[in-house]
């Protein structure tokens, strides 16, 4: 799978798992939106990754980093309030972004091989 595709696929799923538990909240905040805004400008970086564009694939990295770096704090508030299901949620995107940086790493690495080829 290349890395454009593993983006878009995160950028949904912080979307998605972030409007879910702004919506589920009783008491919803909005920076609970923070992921789905990082997941919406991941979407609009997708054809410059998919295209190479290495300016657009570092913005992504970073974006992807800010927001890996962004959901400890979630998560530790979901499990002092020992929610299962929010656990699940922050986890779930925590596990697509971490992926998401993985393959971007791989893809940068494989591009500098191909460089020196």
């Known amino acids: ?47 410059g990754l998919k295209n190479e564009n290495k300016v657009q694939a570092h913005i992504a990295v970073i974006i992807t980093l800010v927001i890996l770096i962004g959901l400890i704090k979630p998560l530790i508030g979901a499990i002092k309030k020992d929610e299962l299901l929010p656990i699940i949620r922050v986890l779930t995107m925590i596990f697509s972004t971490f992926l998401s940086l993985v393959f971007f790493v791989k893809s940068f690495i494989d591009a500098r091989k191909n460089k020196k080829k």
């Open 1 to 47: 799978m290349k890395a454009h595709h593993i983006s878009l696929s995160n950028a949904l799923i912080l979307i998605f798992f972030s409007l879910w538990g702004y919506l589920a909240s009783e008491t919803p905040s909005p920076t609970a939106l923070i992921p789905a805004f990082a997941g919406a400008a991941l979407v609009f970086l997708y054809v």
